[in-house]
C-alpha cells in the first residue's frame, strides 16, 4: 500500500465545475508537493508547502488552487479548468530542509480529465 | 540552474539480462542529491535509488545500482536480472542541498520495455 494517498483516482468535470483533489500521508513528512504530468512527459512542479506554509508556486494559473490544512493533508482546488489542464496529477511528500536529502514518496495520482 | 539529460527514449532489454538507463546532469550547486524514479502505466512514481554528491560509493538497492562519475556529471541506473515488471518509464532527478526545499528537476525520462 502507498503511503502517500490520493483520492480521487479518476475525475471527469466540466470547464465551470468546482472540485477538489485530495492527498494524505502519515509519514511525518514536513514538505508536501503538488505535479502535473502531461503523458510521456516528466512530472512539472506546482506547488510546495513546507510546514504547512506555501513556499513555492511555480506561476500556476489561479484556476488551481492548494490549501494545506495540517501536516498530514494537502489539497488542490480547482475551478474553471480548461481542457489543456486534463493530465496526470501527483502528491509527493518528504522531509523539508537543505541538511536532509531523500527521495520523494509520490501518491498514486489523479487522472483529470475536463471536458 | 540545474538540468537533467537522458538521451535513450525508449530501450529494450531481454528478461533476465542487465540493461543501463544514463543519466547526465549539470549543476552549479556544490552539495547535491541524484535520484532515480520508475513510473509504470499504473502511474504511481516509485523512488528507486539515491546518491549524495559526496558519497565515495556507488548506491545500491537490491537489483539497482548507481554508476556514478562526479567528473563526467553522469549517474546512470544499472538493473541487473531484468524482469517483465521492470518495465516502465524511468526518471533521473536531482535536487541541490541549497535550492528551495524540495525543489527537483527531472530528466525527460526512458521507457524501459523488458521482452520475455
Known amino acids: 500500500d502507498t503511503e502517500v494517498t490520493q483520492t480521487p483516482k479518476h475525475l471527469v468535470m466540466g470547464m465551470t465545475n468546482k472540485k477538489s483533489l485530495k492527498c494524505e500521508q502519515h509519514?511525518?513528512?514536513?514538505?508536501m508537493y503538488w505535479y502535473k504530468q502531461k503523458a510521456k512527459k516528466p512530472p512539472e512542479l506546482m506547488f510546495v508547502y513546507s510546514y504547512e506554509k506555501l513556499s513555492i508556486n511555480e506561476s500556476v494559473p489561479s484556476r488551481f488552487s492548494p490549501e494545506c490544512p495540517n501536516s498530514s493533508l494537502l489539497n488542490l482546488h480547482l475551478h474553471a479548468l480548461q481542457p489543456e489542464d486534463s493530465a496526470l496529477y501527483l502528491c509527493?511528500?518528504?522531509?523539508?530542509?537543505?541538511?536532509?536529502?531523500?527521495?520523494?514518496?509520490f501518491g498514486s495520482g489523479t487522472r483529470l480529465t475536463v471536458v | 540552474a540545474q538540468k537533467i539529460t537522458q538521451t535513450q527514449p525508449g530501450m529494450f532489454v531481454q528478461e533476465k539480462e542487465a540493461v543501463t538507463l544514463d543519466c547526465t546532469y549539470d549543476?552549479?550547486?556544490?552539495?547535491?542529491?541524484l535520484f532515480w524514479y520508475k513510473q509504470p502505466s499504473s502511474g504511481e512514481m516509485i523512488f528507486l535509488i539515491y546518491?549524495?554528491?559526496?558519497?565515495?560509493q556507488n548506491a545500491t538497492e537490491g537489483r539497482y545500482s548507481l554508476n556514478f562519475q562526479k567528473a563526467r556529471k553522469s549517474a546512470n541506473l544499472v538493473i541487473s536480472a531484468s524482469q517483465l515488471g521492470d518495465s516502465a518509464m524511468y526518471f533521473c532527478?536531482?535536487?541541490?542541498?541549497?535550492?528551495?526545499?524540495?525543489?527537483?528537476?527531472f530528466g525527460d525520462g526512458t521507457t524501459l520495455t523488458v521482452k520475455p
Open positions: 532527478a536531482m535536487r541541490g542541498v541549497n535550492t528551495n526545499a524540495g525543489k527537483s528537476t
Open positions: 549543476t552549479s550547486d556544490p552539495s547535491y542529491g
Open positions: 509519514m511525518g513528512h514536513r514538505a
Open positions: 509527493a511528500s518528504s522531509q523539508p530542509g537543505t541538511g536532509e536529502i531523500e527521495g520523494y514518496t
Open positions: 546518491q549524495g554528491s559526496y558519497d565515495q
